[in-house]
C-alpha cells in the first residue's frame, strides 16, 4: 500500500487532473456542435447528444487522455532522477507499473465523471428536459473498466520510453 499511496501523492503534483477535465470538455463541446449542426438528420433528444458526444469521445479524445495522463505521470520519474531512486528503492518496476496504473484509474474515473455532467449541462442548455439517462451512465461507468487494460499498457510504455510524447504517439496509431 505505500507505494500507491505514494503514487497518489505524486499524481496530485502533475497535470493528470488537467488532462481529465480538458478532453471530456473538448469531447463534450464538439459533439455538442456536431449535434446541433446535425439535429434534423439526429432523432433528437438525449440519446442523440449522447451518442454524438461519445462518438468524438471514443474516437479521438478518450484513448489520449489517458496516454497523457500516463505520460504525466511518469513524466517525474524520467525529468528528475528519481528513476534511479525507485529501481534503488527495493521495489520492482512491474510493481511500479501496477502502483501507477491502480492510480491512474481515478482520474480516468473522474474524466468519465466530468464527461458525463458536461453533457448533462449542455443537453439542459440546448433546452432538453431530464438527464442523460442510464444508459449514459452505464457506458460511462464501463469505460473505466473497460479501460484498464488501455491504462496498464500505457503506463508500461510510459515506464520504457523516456519521452513524454512518445507513449502518447503511440496511442495515436
Same mark, same amino acid.
Given at each position: +500500500? /505505500?507505494?500507491?499511496?505514494?503514487?497518489?501523492? @505524486?499524481?496530485?503534483?502533475?497535470?493528470? /487532473?488537467?488532462?481529465?477535465? %480538458?478532453?471530456?470538455?473538448?469531447?463534450?463541446?464538439?459533439?455538442?456542435?456536431?449535434? $446541433?449542426?446535425?439535429?434534423?438528420? =439526429?432523432? &433528437?433528444?438525449?440519446?442523440?447528444?449522447?451518442?454524438?458526444?461519445? %462518438?468524438?469521445? /471514443? %474516437? +479521438?479524445?478518450?484513448?489520449?487522455?489517458?496516454?497523457?495522463?500516463?505520460?504525466?505521470?511518469?513524466?517525474?520519474?524520467?525529468?528528475?532522477?528519481? $528513476?534511479?531512486?525507485? #529501481?534503488?528503492? &527495493?521495489?520492482?518496476? $512491474?510493481?511500479?507499473?501496477?502502483? @501507477?496504473?491502480?492510480?491512474?484509474?481515478?482520474?480516468?474515473?473522474?474524466? *468519465?465523471?466530468? =464527461?458525463?455532467?458536461?453533457?448533462?449541462? %449542455? &443537453?439542459?442548455? +440546448?433546452? +432538453?428536459?431530464? $438527464?442523460? &439517462?442510464?444508459?449514459?451512465?452505464?457506458?460511462?461507468? #464501463?469505460?473505466?473498466?473497460?479501460?484498464?487494460?488501455?491504462? =496498464?499498457? *500505457?503506463?508500461?510504455?510510459?515506464? =520504457?520510453? @523516456?519521452?513524454?510524447?512518445?507513449?502518447?504517439?503511440?496511442?495515436?496509431?
Amino acid at each position: +500500500m /505505500g507505494l500507491i499511496a505514494a503514487e497518489f501523492l @505524486k499524481l496530485r503534483r502533475s497535470r493528470v /487532473g488537467v488532462f481529465a477535465v %480538458l478532453l471530456p470538455l473538448l469531447a463534450t463541446v464538439a459533439g455538442a456542435v456536431n449535434y $446541433w449542426v446535425n439535429r434534423d438528420a =439526429l432523432n &433528437g433528444g438525449w440519446d442523440s447528444l449522447a451518442s454524438q458526444v461519445t %462518438l468524438f469521445y /471514443g %474516437l +479521438m479524445f478518450f484513448n489520449l487522455g489517458v496516454a497523457l495522463m500516463a505520460a504525466s505521470a511518469w513524466r517525474p520519474e524520467h525529468r528528475d532522477a528519481s $528513476w534511479n531512486i525507485v #529501481l534503488t528503492s &527495493g521495489y520492482r518496476p $512491474w510493481a511500479v507499473v501496477l502502483a @501507477k496504473s491502480v492510480v491512474l484509474v481515478v482520474p480516468v474515473a473522474v474524466a *468519465q465523471v466530468v =464527461l458525463l455532467a458536461l453533457t448533462w449541462g %449542455l &443537453g439542459l442548455t +440546448m433546452g +432538453m428536459p431530464g $438527464w442523460p &439517462g442510464a444508459a449514459f451512465a452505464l457506458s460511462c461507468a #464501463l469505460a473505466v473498466i473497460v479501460a484498464v487494460p488501455l491504462v =496498464l499498457a *500505457q503506463s508500461l510504455l510510459s515506464m =520504457l520510453m @523516456k519521452s513524454f510524447a512518445a507513449p502518447v504517439a503511440v496511442c495515436l496509431l
